[in-house]
């Protein structure tokens, strides 16, 4: 059993930065891809990207490519979500899951993950 907590969560100004961490406990951290998701008032669950067990191989989704970058530290059991130059629509309550294997094929699915955190709000201020 995987627990995964968000934290880094808060208000920031649009063009801003923030870094969200997700602390993991309770399994093998190295052996699970990491993926975030983001979900906004009335909207559904969506996906923002993954990384794999490795670390060396980082997917993401079309509205956040070129301004966010996950990462892993398979030693401190904790993956980051860095956003740069965000945006109104950023908004969201962001989520970190974990799955011990994730394809291409399944990995922008909510359904494909096995364990989830609590979330943390991010607001951004146009």
């Known amino acids: 059993q995987v627990q995964l907590v968000e934290s880094g969560g808060g208000l920031v100004q649009a063009g801003g930065p923030l870094r969200l961490p997700c602390a993991a406990s309770?399994?093998?951290?190295?052996?699970?891809?990491m993926g975030w998701f983001r979900q906004a008032p009335g909207k559904e669950r969506e996906f923002v990207g993954v990384?794999?067990?490795?670390?060396?191989?980082?997917y993401y989704a079309d509205s956040v490519k070129g301004r966010f970058t996950i990462s892993r530290d398979n030693a401190k059991n904790t993956v980051f979500l860095q956003m740069n130059n965000l945006k109104p629509e950023d908004t969201a309550v962001y989520y970190c899951?974990?799955?011990?294997?994730?394809?291409?094929?399944?990995?922008?699915?909510?359904?494909?993950?096995?364990?989830w955190g609590q979330g943390t709000q991010v607001t951004v201020s146009s």
């Open positions: 990384i794999m067990r490795s670390g060396g191989t980082t």
């Open positions: 309770g399994g093998t951290f190295s052996g699970h891809g």
């Open positions: 899951a974990a799955r011990g294997i994730i394809t291409m094929a399944i990995m922008t699915s909510t359904l494909a993950y096995d364990y």
